[in-house]
């Protein structure tokens, strides 16, 4: 393959041509879904990576996790509270995000671990069980859950 950059911008000196030198690198865009991605020599790879426009990583799962389950899902962090008055379990997951964040709830229900798999959520490390009160369980359910 053939280095695809055309930036006339570009250090390497092409100007607005194709560079046309052997390609060693395939690299994505960040700011579209580029799923074909463009194929760059060293030096051009390094002024793209460099730009900031252009990733090496090739987001092959984008469309699944993009808006659920959030995306920068890390942790299930298992909460529960005393039952119900009709003797229903309150207990649940918060998801935690990267940045230590709240940014999603999982109500189990009678689901059991069943609720994460169909939150799209069950491969994420969970916590041991954490009391809160019921009205936070309550708080966290509304504002949370998706
Ligand atoms: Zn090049
Ligand atoms: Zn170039």
Redesign the pocket.
């Known amino acids: 393959m053939r ?1 695809q ?1 055309s930036d006339p911008g570009c250090p ?1 000196g ?1 100007g607005s041509r194709e ?1 046309g ?1 052997r390609a060693s690198a395939t690299l994505y865009r960040v700011d579209m879904d580029d799923e074909t991605g463009t194929d ?2 060293d ?2 790879a390094d002024d793209a990576m460099e730009s900031g426009v252009f990733t090496d990583e090739d987001d092959e799962d984008d469309e699944e996790v993009e808006d659920n389950p959030p995306s920068d899902a890390m942790l299930a962090l298992y909460v529960a509270t005393n039952n119900d008055t009709n003797g229903n379990p309150r207990r649940g997951w918060i998801i935690v995000g990267r940045d230590g964040s709240f940014v999603g709830f999982v109500d189990e229900g009678y689901r059991g671990t069943g609720a994460l798999k169909h939150a799209g959520v069950d491969d994420l490390p969970k916590t041991g069980r954490l009391e809160v009160t019921p009205g936070e369980y309550r708080a966290l359910k509304r504002e949370l859950s998706y």
């Open positions: 280095c950059c390497v092409h560079c030198k760059f020599c030096e051009c």
